[in-house]
Protein backbone atom coordinates (compact mmCIF):
# COMPACT_ATOMS: atom_id res chain seq x y z
CA UNK A 1 0.00 0.00 0.00
CA UNK A 2 2.03 3.06 -1.21
CA UNK A 3 1.74 5.90 2.06
CA UNK A 4 -0.33 8.19 0.19
CA UNK A 5 -3.46 6.10 0.90
CA UNK A 6 -1.87 5.28 4.39
CA UNK A 7 -2.46 8.23 4.72
CA UNK A 8 -6.17 8.63 3.59
CA UNK A 9 -7.02 5.92 5.65
CA UNK A 10 -5.91 7.22 8.62
CA UNK A 11 -7.26 10.79 7.78
CA UNK A 12 -10.80 9.11 7.03
CA UNK A 13 -10.42 6.82 9.99
CA UNK A 14 -10.10 9.24 12.16
CA UNK A 15 -13.38 11.26 10.87
CA UNK A 16 -15.57 8.16 10.85
CA UNK A 17 -14.45 6.69 14.78
CA UNK A 18 -17.45 7.71 16.86
CA UNK A 19 -17.62 9.54 19.92
CA UNK A 20 -17.08 7.67 23.56
CA UNK A 21 -20.98 8.41 24.05
CA UNK A 22 -22.49 6.80 21.49
CA UNK A 23 -19.83 3.67 20.57
CA UNK A 24 -21.85 0.33 21.23
CA UNK A 25 -24.64 2.02 22.98
CA UNK A 26 -27.91 0.48 23.06
CA UNK A 27 -30.60 2.57 21.71
CA UNK A 28 -33.09 2.13 24.80
CA UNK A 29 -30.02 3.46 26.57
CA UNK A 30 -29.56 7.05 25.01
CA UNK A 31 -31.00 9.85 26.15
CA UNK A 32 -33.60 11.70 23.70
CA UNK A 33 -32.75 13.65 21.34
CA UNK A 34 -33.92 16.85 20.91
CA UNK A 35 -36.53 18.53 18.41
CA UNK A 36 -33.51 20.26 17.32
CA UNK A 37 -31.48 16.87 16.72
CA UNK A 38 -34.22 15.72 15.41
CA UNK A 39 -34.65 18.38 12.46
CA UNK A 40 -31.44 18.57 11.86
CA UNK A 41 -31.07 14.88 11.26
CA UNK A 42 -33.98 15.30 8.35
CA UNK A 43 -32.72 16.27 5.10
CA UNK A 44 -35.05 17.23 2.23
CA UNK A 45 -34.73 15.03 -0.98
CA UNK A 46 -35.22 18.72 -3.25
CA UNK A 47 -33.35 21.07 -0.71
CA UNK A 48 -31.93 22.82 -3.43
CA UNK A 49 -35.26 24.16 -4.44
CA UNK A 50 -34.83 26.18 -1.50
CA UNK A 51 -32.59 28.13 -2.63
CA UNK A 52 -33.77 28.81 -6.52
CA UNK A 53 -36.12 31.87 -6.80
CA UNK A 54 -38.21 32.88 -10.34
CA UNK A 55 -36.60 35.86 -11.10
CA UNK A 56 -39.78 37.10 -13.23
CA UNK A 57 -42.93 36.02 -14.00
CA UNK A 58 -41.81 36.36 -18.14
CA UNK A 59 -39.62 32.79 -16.93
CA UNK A 60 -43.01 31.60 -15.34
CA UNK A 61 -45.17 32.34 -17.86
CA UNK A 62 -42.74 31.00 -20.61
CA UNK A 63 -42.53 27.48 -19.22
CA UNK A 64 -46.15 27.09 -19.67
CA UNK A 65 -48.04 26.28 -23.13
CA UNK A 66 -51.61 26.27 -24.12
CA UNK A 67 -53.30 23.81 -26.03
CA UNK A 68 -53.87 26.20 -29.21
CA UNK A 69 -51.61 28.56 -31.02
CA UNK A 70 -52.39 30.46 -33.34
CA UNK A 71 -50.32 31.82 -36.52
CA UNK A 72 -50.40 32.63 -40.32
CA UNK A 73 -48.32 30.90 -42.95
CA UNK A 74 -48.54 31.34 -46.73
CA UNK A 75 -51.76 33.28 -46.70
CA UNK A 76 -53.19 30.11 -44.06
CA UNK A 77 -54.42 30.75 -40.48
CA UNK A 78 -53.04 27.96 -38.61
CA UNK A 79 -54.15 26.46 -35.24
CA UNK A 80 -51.73 24.12 -33.63
CA UNK A 81 -52.79 22.02 -31.13
CA UNK A 82 -49.88 20.70 -28.64
CA UNK A 83 -50.57 16.76 -28.79
CA UNK A 84 -48.93 16.38 -25.54
CA UNK A 85 -52.11 18.27 -24.17
CA UNK A 86 -54.43 16.85 -26.34
CA UNK A 87 -53.57 13.00 -26.19
CA UNK A 88 -52.26 10.62 -23.96
CA UNK A 89 -49.06 8.68 -24.60
CA UNK A 90 -49.48 6.07 -27.47
CA UNK A 91 -53.11 7.70 -27.83
CA UNK A 92 -55.42 9.69 -30.31
CA UNK A 93 -58.38 10.18 -27.67
CA UNK A 94 -59.52 13.26 -27.00
CA UNK A 95 -60.97 14.41 -23.99
CA UNK A 96 -64.43 15.83 -23.52
CA UNK A 97 -62.43 19.02 -22.26
CA UNK A 98 -60.37 18.99 -25.43
CA UNK A 99 -63.21 18.58 -27.60
CA UNK A 100 -65.47 21.46 -26.04
CA UNK A 101 -62.15 23.67 -27.16
CA UNK A 102 -61.72 22.51 -30.38
CA UNK A 103 -64.76 23.28 -31.11
CA UNK A 104 -64.94 26.75 -29.87
CA UNK A 105 -61.62 27.37 -31.71
CA UNK A 106 -63.39 26.78 -35.27
CA UNK A 107 -66.85 28.21 -33.89
CA UNK A 108 -66.08 31.44 -35.73
CA UNK A 109 -64.68 30.02 -39.53
CA UNK A 110 -66.51 31.12 -42.42
CA UNK A 111 -69.07 29.09 -43.80
CA UNK A 112 -67.94 25.68 -46.39
CA UNK A 113 -64.13 26.87 -45.65
CA UNK A 114 -61.90 24.72 -46.83
CA UNK A 115 -59.85 23.53 -43.35
CA UNK A 116 -56.63 20.39 -43.35
CA UNK A 117 -56.19 19.09 -40.83
CA UNK A 118 -52.80 17.70 -40.39
CA UNK A 119 -50.90 15.36 -37.74
CA UNK A 120 -47.11 15.29 -36.77
CA UNK A 121 -45.09 13.59 -34.62
CA UNK A 122 -41.65 13.90 -33.34
CA UNK A 123 -39.11 11.65 -34.66
CA UNK A 124 -38.61 8.67 -32.46
CA UNK A 125 -39.84 5.58 -33.41
CA UNK A 126 -39.90 4.53 -36.78
CA UNK A 127 -41.72 6.51 -39.89
CA UNK A 128 -44.65 3.74 -40.25
CA UNK A 129 -45.22 3.99 -36.59
CA UNK A 130 -45.33 7.83 -36.50
CA UNK A 131 -47.44 8.00 -39.90
CA UNK A 132 -50.25 5.98 -38.20
CA UNK A 133 -50.31 7.62 -35.06
CA UNK A 134 -50.47 11.17 -36.88
CA UNK A 135 -52.74 9.89 -39.25
CA UNK A 136 -55.00 8.80 -36.51
CA UNK A 137 -54.68 11.62 -34.52
CA UNK A 138 -55.36 14.02 -37.03
CA UNK A 139 -58.77 11.94 -38.03
CA UNK A 140 -59.60 12.41 -34.32
CA UNK A 141 -59.56 16.16 -34.55
CA UNK A 142 -60.89 15.95 -37.70
CA UNK A 143 -64.06 14.28 -36.20
CA UNK A 144 -64.74 16.93 -33.22
CA UNK A 145 -64.02 19.81 -35.92
CA UNK A 146 -66.46 17.89 -38.13
CA UNK A 147 -69.23 17.88 -35.40
CA UNK A 148 -68.91 20.87 -34.63
CA UNK A 149 -68.92 22.45 -37.95
CA UNK A 150 -70.50 19.95 -40.65
CA UNK A 151 -70.41 22.89 -43.27
CA UNK A 152 -66.59 23.01 -43.30
CA UNK A 153 -64.86 20.65 -46.57
CA UNK A 154 -62.09 18.89 -44.62
CA UNK A 155 -59.02 17.30 -45.64
CA UNK A 156 -57.27 14.93 -43.28
CA UNK A 157 -53.53 13.20 -43.30
CA UNK A 158 -50.73 12.12 -41.28
CA UNK A 159 -46.89 13.06 -41.58
CA UNK A 160 -45.45 11.39 -39.06
CA UNK A 161 -41.64 13.29 -39.10
CA UNK A 162 -41.37 14.22 -42.33
CA UNK A 163 -42.53 18.14 -41.63
CA UNK A 164 -40.86 19.57 -38.67
CA UNK A 165 -40.81 23.08 -36.91
CA UNK A 166 -38.31 22.59 -34.79
CA UNK A 167 -34.98 20.61 -34.81
CA UNK A 168 -35.18 17.13 -32.43
CA UNK A 169 -31.49 17.01 -31.80
CA UNK A 170 -28.93 19.92 -31.23
CA UNK A 171 -25.71 19.94 -31.76
CA UNK A 172 -25.98 16.07 -31.65
CA UNK A 173 -27.97 15.64 -28.81
CA UNK A 174 -31.64 15.17 -27.98
CA UNK A 175 -33.33 18.10 -28.14
CA UNK A 176 -37.09 17.13 -25.88
CA UNK A 177 -38.17 21.08 -26.00
CA UNK A 178 -38.07 20.72 -30.26
CA UNK A 179 -38.92 17.52 -30.22
CA UNK A 180 -42.25 18.54 -27.81
CA UNK A 181 -42.87 21.59 -30.95
CA UNK A 182 -42.78 19.00 -33.59
CA UNK A 183 -45.81 16.29 -31.53
CA UNK A 184 -48.49 18.34 -32.90
CA UNK A 185 -51.88 18.61 -34.55
CA UNK A 186 -52.29 21.58 -37.35
CA UNK A 187 -55.91 22.71 -38.41
CA UNK A 188 -54.93 25.26 -41.67
CA UNK A 189 -57.80 27.33 -42.74
CA UNK A 190 -57.26 28.33 -46.43
CA UNK A 191 -57.95 31.90 -47.28
CA UNK B 1 -35.11 1.60 -15.24
CA UNK B 2 -37.74 1.95 -12.34
CA UNK B 3 -39.30 5.31 -11.88
CA UNK B 4 -41.02 6.77 -8.45
CA UNK B 5 -42.95 9.79 -8.97
CA UNK B 6 -42.51 10.94 -4.55
CA UNK B 7 -44.28 14.05 -3.98
CA UNK B 8 -45.92 17.47 -6.36
CA UNK B 9 -46.07 19.88 -4.05
CA UNK B 10 -47.00 23.35 -4.25
CA UNK B 11 -44.66 25.99 -3.04
CA UNK B 12 -46.03 29.42 -4.07
CA UNK B 13 -45.66 30.39 -7.61
CA UNK B 14 -43.84 26.86 -8.49
CA UNK B 15 -44.64 23.52 -8.31
CA UNK B 16 -42.12 20.85 -7.05
CA UNK B 17 -41.80 17.19 -8.27
CA UNK B 18 -39.66 15.03 -6.27
CA UNK B 19 -38.48 11.74 -8.04
CA UNK B 20 -36.23 8.59 -7.19
CA UNK B 21 -34.56 6.68 -10.35
CA UNK B 22 -33.69 2.78 -9.77
CA UNK B 23 -32.03 1.44 -12.49
CA UNK B 24 -32.21 -2.11 -13.15
CA UNK B 25 -28.93 -3.77 -15.95
CA UNK B 26 -26.63 -6.56 -15.60
CA UNK B 27 -23.79 -4.03 -16.23
CA UNK B 28 -23.10 -2.31 -13.16
CA UNK B 29 -21.42 0.64 -14.28
CA UNK B 30 -22.24 4.29 -12.77
CA UNK B 31 -23.45 6.01 -14.91
CA UNK B 32 -25.39 9.65 -14.99
CA UNK B 33 -29.23 9.42 -15.86
CA UNK B 34 -28.67 11.24 -19.17
CA UNK B 35 -26.90 7.80 -19.55
CA UNK B 36 -29.78 5.24 -18.18
CA UNK B 37 -31.94 7.35 -20.14
CA UNK B 38 -30.33 6.30 -23.42
CA UNK B 39 -28.60 9.37 -23.72
CA UNK B 40 -31.71 11.65 -23.40
CA UNK B 41 -32.33 14.78 -22.05
CA UNK B 42 -34.44 14.71 -18.76
CA UNK B 43 -36.94 16.71 -19.37
CA UNK B 44 -40.42 16.21 -17.54
CA UNK B 45 -43.45 17.96 -17.75
CA UNK B 46 -47.19 18.62 -16.42
CA UNK B 47 -50.10 19.10 -17.92
CA UNK B 48 -52.91 21.02 -16.72
CA UNK B 49 -55.69 19.02 -17.61
CA UNK B 50 -58.33 21.70 -16.30
CA UNK B 51 -56.92 24.56 -18.09
CA UNK B 52 -55.63 22.07 -20.76
CA UNK B 53 -51.96 23.61 -20.43
CA UNK B 54 -48.15 21.96 -20.62
CA UNK B 55 -46.05 22.87 -18.02
CA UNK B 56 -42.59 22.50 -18.28
CA UNK B 57 -39.49 22.77 -16.33
CA UNK B 58 -38.64 26.35 -15.75
CA UNK B 59 -35.68 28.09 -17.52
CA UNK B 60 -33.75 30.75 -16.16
CA UNK B 61 -30.81 32.55 -17.93
CA UNK B 62 -28.20 30.22 -17.25
CA UNK B 63 -30.07 26.86 -15.61
CA UNK B 64 -32.89 24.53 -15.42
CA UNK B 65 -34.74 24.45 -12.42
CA UNK B 66 -34.29 20.61 -12.03
CA UNK B 67 -31.40 18.71 -10.72
CA UNK B 68 -28.73 17.61 -13.50
CA UNK B 69 -28.68 15.00 -15.36
CA UNK B 70 -25.75 14.98 -15.45
CA UNK B 71 -23.91 15.11 -11.90
CA UNK B 72 -24.39 12.51 -9.92
CA UNK B 73 -23.82 8.94 -11.47
CA UNK B 74 -25.40 5.98 -9.86
CA UNK B 75 -25.05 1.61 -10.83
CA UNK B 76 -27.77 -0.54 -10.70
CA UNK B 77 -30.18 -1.19 -7.74
CA UNK B 78 -28.74 2.39 -6.40
CA UNK B 79 -31.26 4.89 -6.38
CA UNK B 80 -30.81 8.90 -7.54
CA UNK B 81 -33.38 11.53 -6.60
CA UNK B 82 -34.01 14.38 -8.27
CA UNK B 83 -36.48 17.18 -8.41
CA UNK B 84 -37.88 19.41 -11.21
CA UNK B 85 -39.58 22.87 -10.57
CA UNK B 86 -42.64 24.24 -12.58
CA UNK B 87 -44.80 27.12 -12.44
CA UNK B 88 -48.19 26.31 -10.40
CA UNK B 89 -51.61 26.13 -12.15
CA UNK B 90 -54.11 28.11 -10.92
CA UNK B 91 -55.64 27.69 -7.59
CA UNK B 92 -58.40 25.54 -8.47
CA UNK B 93 -56.54 22.74 -9.81
CA UNK B 94 -55.80 20.55 -7.73
CA UNK B 95 -54.71 17.55 -9.81
CA UNK B 96 -52.35 17.59 -12.50
CA UNK B 97 -50.71 14.77 -15.26
CA UNK B 98 -46.79 13.92 -14.86
CA UNK B 99 -44.61 12.75 -17.52
CA UNK B 100 -41.53 11.59 -15.80
CA UNK B 101 -40.07 10.97 -19.09
CA UNK B 102 -40.36 10.81 -22.73
CA UNK B 103 -41.70 7.55 -24.66
CA UNK B 104 -43.46 6.54 -21.38
CA UNK B 105 -47.49 6.99 -20.24
CA UNK B 106 -47.78 10.01 -18.36
CA UNK B 107 -48.75 9.39 -14.36
CA UNK B 108 -52.30 10.71 -14.44
CA UNK B 109 -54.09 12.63 -11.72
CA UNK B 110 -51.96 13.52 -9.43
CA UNK B 111 -52.72 15.36 -6.70
CA UNK B 112 -51.04 18.23 -5.42
CA UNK B 113 -50.03 18.39 -1.92
Do not use: C
Amino acid sequence: MSSLRTVALVAAAAVLVPSAATADTPLDELPAPTSRELQASVHPLNRAVRHLSVRSVRQLSASVTELAQESSSEGERVLTLTSDILFGFDSSTIGERARQRIAGLVADLPKGAVVAVEGHTDSRGSDAYNRRLSTERARAVAAVVRRARPDLRLTVAGYGATRPVAPNTSHGQDDPVGRAKNRRVEIRIGS
Amino acid sequence: MRVDLLSLQRRGELVVATFAFTPSSVDDTPAALYHWLGNTLWSPFLVDTVNLRRHDVIEGQQRRYQSAYLGGKFASGQTWYAFAAFAAPPPEVTEMDVAVIDGAPVVAGVPLS
